[in-house]
């Protein structure tokens, strides 16, 4: 590891270099959305772009780690809002209520889910990238899924779902947006009972 650079302050080890990278690309996602290049984030770490370059072989790349990285904040914050609700219905209709709260002011995110990064980061809505972020999303709620009926085939049926709800209000939010009671309860009348039939009836 080089250590030329770094405003002075160089990091210690590879993984501590990678950190501040993506830390530092975040920093610029959330300045100026996801139009940025490597010499961007170079130019606010103190180190030549050939530094950056020695760690991710490109833009997408860095931005790909970096929107990664968000979505592991994401996925806790969601979760702390969720709470203890373990009931299926509820708490999906309480994780997309939050996730489309949240999401104008997580830019990174936007990477990973949005139909507009088509073809740069991913293939779309339903891609495996998506599909990760969504799974990680509901499995990190408080609910037994299993026990509650959802077997495997149930399961990427509620993260495909799920992904296509939150990519309708990403494409066209409403004018105005849906917010708070009004966005709660048009989800708790149409989504909700949805995930509920979605259910394995045993012996069914």
Known sequence: MRTHGWAGSPPDSD?????RIVAAALEVVEQRGTDITVADVARLLGVTRQTV???FDGTDALLMAAATAAATDFLDTVRARVGTEDRPAEAVVDAIAHTLELLPHRKPLHLLIDPAQRGRFTAGITSDTARAFARAMLVNLPVD???AGFDDTTMDELVEFVLRVIQSYVVDPGDPPSTGTELRAFLQRWVAPAVSAAAVVPGG
Do not use: F, P
Not at 15 to 19: S, T
């Open 53 to 55: 370059y020695r760690y």
């Open 15 to 19: 993984d501590e270099a990678v950190a």
């Open 145 to 147: 899924w299993r026990g």
